[in-house]
Structure formats: structure tokens, C-alpha cells
């Protein structure tokens, strides 16, 4: 048995439940777990949720962008999918999440032959063809933008009357007009929850290969390629895109009293809603399970603050020290944009004097402040106001221009040490920031 790390980069239908693929973390080859023991025996590549609540300890599997530590058997290929590895049966081990900043480093630059193999405009590949000559690949991830790839979406029905999404965009100057089956993508797609306009702005998705399809048991089939991946690259994380509803969606909230609606009106169109690093995605609540936000909770794979930085080796000190970096510029803006959101509900409430509602009541509070009169202080102790006061440059320039501030202001040198990520190279690096306060 081997144990290898992988970062994932799919996770959609297949045949009632999901199939699961990503890249190896050390090697960068593309790796399709292969569920020897399934309850879908007649379909190994499938993973009921039954399965993966038991591997992983989530029905719905690893989210897009974690990295999972999985225990592998013998390698399995098929024609078709030459990457299919079967598993061990042994516990999944969530490790952390990729940074979305590094998903370059993953893209599959070289040319996919079987993405445009025989008529690129098809969504599928004869079944002869691959057995004839077998798939040296049957998953890749590709860049899209919708400027430069003319990205689309498209929202119709299957032949079977079932709601399908598919994805249309130029790569390579050739067109293609495939099925996204994108689990989470889907799953939210179908409760039209989805922002596609920001999603698929700037991306990254995984194309794959599925099984054969036979339309009769008599002939040759076809092998079908998906989106079986959709991870938007942009910054979509704030609270405000996650949410099914926006600010501006709200009803107008009536006042409290015998007429007024019950809590129900609102939480309902959350209630089944559940925070993802899918950004921009939601993700159907499994009942039972924890509503929390992953980015929180799961980014190191446990809290933040239970973890012992002792527990971190060298070799990876820097990483998690410049994930958590990240995290922190992240946890910045998600804090402005969350203010906004706050702010402008509380006004909602306020304007259409929603003071009682259900179990919350509207207050508001007023709590004595003490303010020393700095006229009145000077007098009192000239010294002390000089060595405790501050005046910021901003201020003063504002009051006096920068003229008349000659002579009154020095300047202090700040010390700061950051990580930067270079790729192969490796980066100290010591900022010396000139600050006026």
C-alpha cells in the first residue's frame, strides 16, 4: 500500500453518486481514485455517499481545493481513464486547503489531444476510437475567461427531462459545448443560487472523460467529456456572495404585530444553504451536519487557534506561515465586506421599522462615554498633553497643507517581515516601510 497526497479537483455525478480525481501534490500526475469496495460495485469510479462518509466523514466528499492524504492499492487503468488508481479502503485525511493565489502551478499547459480529438464541437468520442488507441490522458485543467474564451453558460433540459447545465467557450481556438456535472456547481445551479456571471469571469475547470455510454447494448458507444470541475479563480469570498439572498432581494420587512410574517419568510431561502471555499457555489446542507464556514474552520484542517506551532515541521513552516498570510489579507476584506452587509440590513430594519420579529427585537443602546477636553487639559498640564498626544500627518495636512507642516514632522522607520511565494526559489524577505502616522 502507498500513501500519497493529492489536491482535488473534481468532484461530480456519476451514476447516482460522485467521482473523485486530483493531482498528486509531490509528482503533479493526475490521480482517479478507484472504489474497489463500493456499494456501487458495478461502477468502481463511483462513490456512493455512504462510501464517503465513511472514508471521509462527509457524504459529499472532499471539497474542491482540499488536500487529501489517501492510501492507495495497484494501479487500475482503462483505456479511457488511464489515471484510475483503486484504494485501499483506510480513512481519508483532510490536510489542508491549495491556495487559490497557486493555482497555476497546476494548470495543464500542454495540449490535450483527446480534448479535440475527431470533431471538437461534439461532447463525446467513439468508443472504437479509444479502444483502438487508448487515452493517454482523460482529465486536464484548463485556464477559462470570459474574455479571452468567450465563456458561457447555458441552462437547459436532458433528453430525459432532468435540468442540465453546460458550459460553452473557445480554448485552443476550437469551440466546445460540454455538460458541467460539477457536483456542488450543479447542486446549486439547480436551486439557482448561482452567480455564473462572477463564477465564470476568470476560472479554472476540470475536464474529464466518463465511461463508455451505449445507446443499445448491440453497438459501439460513445465516452462523454464533462466539466467535472468549476473552481472560480477571482476573490468571491465575501459573506455577501454567499448568501441565496441578497440585501437588495430582502422583502420589505413589515412592521412587528399581529399581520407581521413569521421568521420563516427569510431563513427559508438559507435554511438549506451551507458555506463552502466553493466560492461563489453553494453547497446543499447535509441534515444533521454542522452549518460552519470551511474557510474558517477547515483551512489547516483544524481550528487555527488549537493549533501547536511547535506541531509544524521546517520543511513546512514557511507554507503555512504564508497561507496563513493569505488568510489573514482574506479575513481583512471579508471583514470590511461583512460590516457593509451588516450595516445595510441593520438600515433595512430601520427604514421599514422592523423592531419585532419572531424571537429578535431591534435595540438600541446608549452607553456613556468619558472624553477629555483637550483645551482644558492643556491648560491644566501643558507637558504631559505634549508627550501623550498624537496628530496624524493626514490631519494636519488637511488643516495646514503640506506647507506648513516644514520642520514639524519626522520620519519613522517601520520593520516588517513577510513570505513571498516564487515559485521554486526561496524568499526572506525584510520590508522597511516609511509611515507617517
Known amino acids: 500500500m502507498e500513501t500519497r497526497e493529492i489536491v482535488i479537483l473534481a468532484n461530480s455525478r456519476r451514476h447516482g453518486g460522485h467521482c473523485i480525481a486530483g493531482k498528486d501534490l509531490t509528482t503533479g500526475q493526475w490521480i482517479r481514485p478507484i472504489n474497489i469496495g463500493s456499494s456501487a460495485r458495478d461502477d468502481p469510479a463511483t462513490f456512493r455517499e455512504d462510501d464517503l462518509d465513511r472514508l471521509f466523514g462527509d457524504a459529499f466528499g472532499p471539497k ?20 484510475n488508481i483503486s484504494i485501499s479502503g483506510g480513512v481519508w485525511e483532510r490536510l489542508k486547503s491549495f491556495p487559490r493565489a497557486r493555482l497555476p502551478s497546476l494548470e495543464d499547459r500542454a495540449p490535450m489531444v483527446w480534448l479535440g480529438r475527431r470533431d471538437p464541437y461534439s461532447d463525446s468520442i467513439p468508443a472504437r476510437d479509444v479502444l483502438e488507441k487508448p487515452l493517454l490522458s482523460s482529465l486536464c485543467l484548463i485556464h477559462l475567461t470570459k474574455r479571452d474564451n468567450d465563456v458561457k453558460v447555458h441552462h437547459t433540459t436532458s433528453r430525459r427531462g432532468s435540468p442540465q447545465h453546460r458550459l460553452r467557450f473557445t480554448y485552443d481556438m476550437k469551440e466546445y459545448d460540454l455538460v458541467i456535472t460539477d457536483y456542488a456547481y450543479e447542486s446549486s445551479a439547480n436551486a439557482r443560487t448561482n452567480n455564473d456571471d462572477r463564477i465564470f469571469e476568470d476560472c479554472y475547470v476540470t475536464v474529464g472523460v466518463g465511461g463508455e455510454f451505449k445507446p443499445d447494448s448491440d453497438s459501439y458507444g460513445l465516452h462523454y467529456r464533462f466539466i467535472v470541475g468549476v473552481i472560480p479563480a477571482g476573490d468571491l469570498n465575501p459573506i455577501s456572495e454567499k448568501y441565496a439572498v441578497h440585501v437588495d432581494n430582502l422583502p420589505v420587512l413589515t412592521a412587528s404585530g399581529p399581520t407581521a410574517p413569521s421568521e420563516s419568510d427569510i431563513s427559508s431561502s438559507l435554511r438549506d444553504t451551507t458555506l463552502t471555499p466553493h466560492e461563489g457555489i453553494h453547497t446543499p446542507h447535509k441534515p444533521g451536519s454542522p452549518i460552519h464556514s470551511t474557510r474558517t474552520t477547515e483551512r489547516f484542517g483544524e481550528l487555527a487557534w488549537e493549533i501547536d506551532p511547535d506541531d509544524i515541521s ?33 438600515n433595512r430594519a430601520e427604514d421599514s421599522g422592523t423592531l419585532d420579529r419572531g424571537p429578535y427585537r431591534l435595540v438600541t443602546k446608549e452607553t456613556p462615554r468619558r472624553k477629555v477636553l483637550p483645551k482644558l487639559f492643556y491648560a491644566k498640564y501643558p507637558d504631559i ?32 517581515t513577510t513570505i513571498e511565494y516564487v515559485g521554486r526559489k526561496a524568499s526572506y524577505q525584510t520590508v522597511t516601510d516609511i509611515s507617517d502616522e
Open 385 to 416: 498633553f505634549v508627550s501623550i498626544a498624537k496628530v496624524s500627518v493626514g490631519d494636519a495636512e488637511k488643516l495646514v497643507g503640506k506647507a506648513g507642516l516644514e520642520g514639524l514632522v519626522e520620519v519613522e522607520t517601520l520593520t516588517k
Open 314 to 346: 521546517d520543511d513546512v513552516l514557511l507554507e503555512e506561515a504564508y497561507e496563513l498570510q493569505t488568510y489573514i489579507d482574506e479575513l481583512k476584506g471579508e471583514m470590511k465586506r461583512v460590516t457593509k452587509l451588516y450595516t445595510a440590513l441593520i
Open 64 to 83: 474542491l481545493l482540499d488536500c487529501v492524504r489517501i492510501e492507495y492499492g495497484e494501479s487500475c487503468p482503462a483505456s479511457y481513464q488511464p489515471e
